[in-house]
């Protein structure tokens, strides 16, 4: 899956989930920046971020959801562990693309 279609999955889960952005916006950055800063404008954007991954834990019912919600046992909101790992990761739109 390119960069693109990553980010188009993303951006279209964040708008179905309430995300009030502009998702044409949003792809054009990616085009024009598909590394650059205004593509991490929208992407490490928090309002994004809680749309895309929502705020409150869901309870997990197998061994691969208790390991992708390693964070629930911490105070992070689901959107608030994602975002920290994306943030760190050598590559954000993988681990965007690994987790939507």
Same mark, same amino acid.
């Given at each position: &899956?390119?960069? /693109?279609?990553?980010?188009? @999955?993303?951006? #279209? @889960?964040?708008?179905?989930? $309430?995300?009030? $952005?502009?998702?044409?916006?949003?792809? %054009?950055?990616?085009? %024009?920046?598909?590394?650059? =800063? &205004?593509?991490?404008?929208?992407?490490?954007?928090?309002?994004?971020?809680?749309?895309?991954?929502?705020?409150?834990?869901? +309870?997990? /019912? %197998? @061994?691969? =959801?208790? =390991? /992708?919600?390693?964070?629930?046992? %911490?105070?992070?909101?689901?959107? #608030?562990?994602?975002?920290? #790992? +994306?943030?760190?990761?050598?590559?954000?739109?993988?681990?965007? $693309?690994?987790?939507?």
């Amino acid at each position: &899956m390119s960069n /693109r279609d990553i980010l188009e @999955k993303a951006i #279209q @889960k964040a708008l179905d989930n $309430g995300w009030i $952005g502009n998702y044409y916006h949003a792809l %054009t950055i990616a085009d %024009t920046f598909p590394e650059g =800063e &205004m593509t991490k404008q929208v992407i490490f954007n928090h309002d994004f971020a809680k749309a895309l991954w929502g705020e409150s834990w869901p +309870m997990p /019912r %197998t @061994k691969h =959801e208790i =390991e /992708r919600y390693q964070w629930s046992d %911490t105070k992070l909101a689901p959107w #608030q562990g994602h975002l920290q #790992q +994306m943030v760190i990761s050598e590559d954000p739109i993988k681990y965007l $693309g690994d987790n939507i």
